[in-house]
């Protein structure tokens, strides 16, 4: 039978500890607070930063998202940031991507200061996800770190894997190629200039996509031994408006040991990721 990665349980397990920890922080004189930025109307990401909020005051934490206009001028823009930065009863701070066009240029990683970058994005937080140093404190990024939980709380062996992931961006491929490197797997990290892909995944272990192609992986990308992982960071929609992964499931279901459903698999594990994050940034408050 395959496994059905799906976060529900996990969920369940966490935002108990969550939600104590929130209760430990506000007995302590600290209520964690979340300032989420989001301009125009992207539809996934209203839905996004919703789902943020909604999760954050379910487990006894502030949320306010902040609705830019799509046309917000550079200097506003930074100017609302810097305030953030520089307010002591906020927390954590993300920006919800994709940023509109005029915007691109900006070094996004870099906006929010290190201490409140409860995304991962910002360089001394990545660096400590490449160092394996600090990891405790620092953050890291929400989907990659929410994978990594899925399956060990799945109880699946990470050390001595070998790891095909698809997708190489600065948010997902790429920190979760050093977080599963930190863990002893052997990591490829394929993209779309990647030769020969299928030969690669099928000599894998477990393989994840990140790319945002929706059913991109079907069996041609599996082996036949039925013992592969696969998880599915896919958030698409297809020709009927419907959420689908970038794995098509109910054609690889049958061939796997264990994969993740979409939704309800590597979704929630972010927002439990974020909100982990918030809570370790409060945290560290309480030591300054
Ligand atoms: N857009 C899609 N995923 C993410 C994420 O994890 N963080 C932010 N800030 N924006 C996103």
Redesign the pocket.
Known sequence: MTQILSAAPIKKKITKELKSDCKFLKENGIHPYLK?ILVGNNP??LV?TASKKKYCERIGAKCDIIALDEQIELIKFLTIIDEINHDNDVHGC?????LPKHLLHLDVGKLVIQEKDV?G?HPENLYSVLSNQNIETHFV???PKGIITLLRESQIEIANKRVAIIGRSM??GKPLACLFTNHNATVTLCHSKTQNIREITKECDIIVSAVGIAHLVDETFISNKKNQVVVDVG?NTNANGELCGDVNFEKIKDLVSAITPVPGGVGPM?IIS?AQNLLQASKNRLSL
């Open positions: 989420v996934a990401s996004y993300i920006i919800q991507l994709p995304d994005f990024s929400c989907t948010i997902v958030m972010t974020l």
